[in-house]
């Protein structure tokens, strides 16, 4: 399987404090891009970062990605409660049209 | 508003009765995609579509069937569900053939006895 893995698996913050998630990955990669599930839900997409690039923001989202290491974080500033979700990242290979989720971290903002 | 469908939503039935879970989407997007989650494995790829009549398998193919005679569907097929296809199964497209952003449908739930 080539599929990545997040790291951790589960993290619980208070409210307001910065949640930073990881993600390592197997192959070289196109693009990586970052998801937010609710339970049960259907996934939705949060940022897009391209192999070129090195760091990415989208509001309180930080997105760095380093390609010699193969993986990428995930940073939230000041979480709020409707944060709590689980988030996976998913990659395309260089070759091939296939995507790769990771196993996700399970974040959980206590109010 | 732009959406991906699927139906049922929940699905319970028996070891070896046929069964389909049907995807729509209305974005007229190329590329169309089924997921399983199953927990502690994430989200594996089990057929994906670049376009109408082109197919391929994703990591997990094994026990599926898809097609892809419209743009806008791309149904799932179980010939003879077996309990370990229990799942939760997503759908999603993307207007990228490669790479890009997904959106994916609210999922179906799927128990096999």
């Known amino acids: 399987s080539q599929q990545g893995e997040e790291d951790p698996q589960a993290l619980s913050i208070q409210e307001g404090e910065n949640a930073t998630m990881n993600c390592s990955y197997k192959?070289?990669?196109?693009?990586l891009q970052w998801y937010r599930q609710n339970s049960g839900r259907g996934l939705v997409h949060l940022i897009l970062?391209?192999?070129?690039?090195r760091e990415k923001h989208s509001g309180r989202l930080r997105v760095t990605l380093d390609t010699s290491k193969k993986s990428s974080s995930l940073l939230i500033t000041a979480s709020r409660a409707a944060d709590t979700a689980s988030y996976f990242c998913a990659t395309d290979a260089r070759t091939g049209n296939q995507f790769y989720f990771g196993t996700g971290t399970s974040l959980t903002v206590i109010p | 508003e732009a959406q991906v469908t699927q139906n049922p939503r929940y699905l319970i039935t028996v070891t070896g009765k046929k069964l389909t879970v049907t995807c729509s989407q209305n974005m007229n997007h190329e590329y169309m995609s089924w997921y399983r989650q199953d927990p502690g494995l994430g989200l594996r790829q089990i057929y994906y579509s670049m376009n109408v009549e082109v197919t391929d398998k994703g990591d997990v193919p094994e026990g599926y069937k898809v097609s892809r005679k419209e743009k806008r569907n791309f149904p799932l097929i179980l010939e003879s569900p077996s309990p370990n296809q229990t799942s939760l199964y997503f759908c999603?497209?993307?207007?990228?053939?490669?790479?890009?952003?997904?959106?994916f449908g609210p999922g179906t739930r799927l128990t096999v006895t």
């Open positions: 970062i391209r192999s070129n690039e």
């Open positions: 192959t070289s990669i196109n693009n």
């Open positions: 999603a497209s993307s207007s990228q053939r490669r790479g890009g952003e997904q959106y």
